[in-house]
Each structure stands twice: as structure tokens, then as C-alpha cells.
């Protein structure tokens, strides 16, 4: 399988703990997004990168939240100090695309990780 | 900023039917709108996206959406719904944002029942 892909795909942790995720782009893909995504609402952005440059954070992207590319190719979502707001399925997608056509570039989805703190 | 709603929530329809979900959009350029759909357990995965080349847009499994400017609209339809098509719809509008990156701004989502 080539497309992308996220681990853990279920993580229970309790209130105050710090979680990692981690998502493995598809291979040639230079751009990576995570989105959050709580139960009935829309994926919302968090944060993009382009090869291992962070270039862009969204405000919902608290200082509790850290994202790394250390060498362009995979990405970890770290959220330090959990809250029960921080429930919610975390998506990473990747994108390749052509620069001169950037907002239609097709952004391929991960299954997704779904984080409960107790 | 860019904004999409989907004006309905849930949709439920019988196999064989016309499926119409509707979505309109906010913003202040030619917008870039594409369709996603979200299967149970699945990642989210392109119907189809609006590029301006037409405003009729044909998708995967069936799928069309038309871009109607002076409605601010990009409705999804497909003439029979099949049991498959059951799952969560969603309308987007994306953004240029650094380095030829984009971001894409999400609808609220809405959910189809396909009744046998």
C-alpha cells in the first residue's frame, strides 16, 4: 500500500499525559498538512510543511502542540499536557502537485488517528 | 476569508434515486472547490474538484458538481444513489497558502443514508 499512513489509529491516554503521532507520507511528496477533525465538524488546518520546513500554524495549534518533519519524509504530531479538548481524530494528508497550480493540488488523506483522554 | 456551507446535515435517499447535496461558498476570488467523501474507518478521498476550465464538473463513481458563480453555489449530485455512496460528504474551498502549499477550509459535513 502506498497511500498514507498514520500510527497509532486509536490512542487512550489520560488527562495531563503527552501523546505522539506519527504519519508517513506518500514517498515522493514534498508537502505535508495535519487537520483536526472532532466528532460532527470538518477536518480544520493545523499546520504545513514543506519537506522539512514549517511553514505555516494554524492558532487552533496551541504551545502544547508540536510538529516536526526532521529530514522531509515522515512527521510527528506531539500534544504535551493532554486536555479532554484535544479529543478529536487527527488526519494527516500529503500533497505533490504542481506549483503553479498550488490551490488545486489534491491533498491525499491518511486514515486518520483518534485520540480520547479520559 | 474563504468559507463553505453545507446546508444540510444529513440526507437520506432510496437506491436508485437522485442524490443533490448542497454546498455554498464565501469568498472574495474565483474560488478553488472541490468535493471529498469519508467512508467509516477510511481516509478522506477526492470526488472531484472545480478548476474553473468548466463549470460542470465530473467525478469518480458517478459524481458531478456544477459551479454556479452568481449563486455562490457548488451543489454534488448523481442521478442514482447506489448502497456504496453511503458515507460523509464533504465541500471544500482551498487556498494558495507559502511555498505553493494549500489549505483547504471544510463544510460542516453531511452525512447520506442510502435506503434499500
Known amino acids: 500500500d502506498t497511500g498514507v499512513s498514520q500510527n497509532p489509529r486509536h490512542k487512550i491516554t489520560k488527562r495531563g499525559q503527552n501523546v505522539t503521532f506519527r504519519c508517513d507520507p506518500i514517498?515522493?511528496?514534498?508537502?505535508l498538512y495535519w487537520y483536526r477533525q472532532t466528532l460532527g465538524q470538518g477536518p480544520e488546518f493545523l499546520t504545513y510543511f514543506q519537506n522539512e520546513a514549517q511553514l505555516e500554524k494554524s492558532r487552533l495549534l496551541s504551545d502544547r502542540f508540536s510538529a516536526e518533519r526532521p529530514k522531509g519524509s515522515f512527521s510527528t504530531l506531539e500534544i504535551q499536557r493532554t486536555e479532554q479538548g484535544d479529543s478529536a481524530m487527527y488526519l494527516c494528508a500529503s500533497s505533490l502537485g504542481d506549483p503553479g497550480l498550488a490551490a488545486y493540488n489534491e491533498q491525499f488523506f491518511g486514515p486518520g488517528t483518534r485520540l480520547t483522554v479520559l | 476569508a474563504q468559507s463553505v456551507t453545507q446546508l444540510d446535515s444529513h440526507v437520506s435517499v432510496s437506491e436508485g434515486t437522485p442524490v443533490l447535496l448542497r454546498c455554498n461558498y464565501s469568498?472574495?476570488?474565483?474560488?478553488?472547490l472541490f468535493w471529498y467523501v469519508q467512508h467509516p474507518n477510511k481516509g478522506l478521498q477526492l470526488l472531484l474538484k472545480?478548476?474553473?476550465?468548466?463549470?460542470l464538473v465530473k467525478g469518480i463513481n458517478g459524481f458531478e458538481a456544477e459551479f454556479k458563480k452568481s449563486e455562490t453555489s457548488f451543489h454534488l449530485t448523481k442521478p442514482s444513489a447506489h448502497m456504496s455512496d453511503a458515507a460523509e460528504y464533504f465541500c471544500v474551498v482551498s487556498e494558495m497558502i507559502k511555498a505553493a502549499g494549500n489549505k483547504l477550509t471544510f463544510g460542516g459535513g453531511t452525512r447520506v443514508l442510502v435506503k434499500p
Open positions: 472545480y478548476t474553473s476550465a468548466a463549470t
Open positions: 469568498s472574495s476570488y474565483s474560488p478553488s
Open positions: 514517498s515522493e511528496h514534498n508537502r
